[in-house]
């Protein structure tokens, strides 16, 4: 069983930065990709970033957040960082880790974090 545990969430002020952080755990033979989506209550998941754990680290960004956030990741821990900088208030959701994992059986399989919480007000 693979576990993703978020932290790094919290309340911030317009402007702020926060870094969000992502550990896999468990039966893993390869993570293909990690990345961090966000919800609002009554909303559909967004994509905010996604890295790839291949080569050097292909990185995608949602329109929304290009220029205020760097994805990164570390492969031999099996973690993802979200460095979240000039933070606007429309930035305050539920983020949550995801990750594309090969198990021991050879399958691919998509996992999800439990959701941190990142709030953006004075």
């Known amino acids: 069983q693979v576990q993703l545990v978020e932290s790094g969430g919290g309340l911030v002020q317009p402007g702020g930065s926060l870094r969000l952080s992502c550990a896999a755990s468990?039966?893993?033979?390869?993570?293909?990709?990690m990345g961090w989506y966000r919800q609002a209550p009554g909303k559909q998941r967004d994509l905010v970033a996604t890295?790839?754990?291949?080569?050097?680290?292909?990185?995608f960004y949602a329109d929304s957040v290009k220029g205020r956030v760097t994805i990164s990741r570390d492969n031999a821990k099996n973690t993802v960082n979200l460095q979240m900088n000039t933070l606007k208030p429309e930035d305050t959701d539920v983020y949550y880790c995801?990750?594309?994992?090969?198990?021991?059986?050879?399958?691919?399989?998509?996992?999800w974090g439990q959701g941190t919480q990142v709030t953006v007000s004075t």
């Open positions: 890295i790839t754990s291949g080569g050097g680290g292909s990185t």
């Open positions: 995801h990750a594309v994992i090969t198990g021991r059986d050879g399958f691919v399989r998509n996992y």
């Open positions: 468990g039966t893993i033979v390869s993570i293909n990709r």
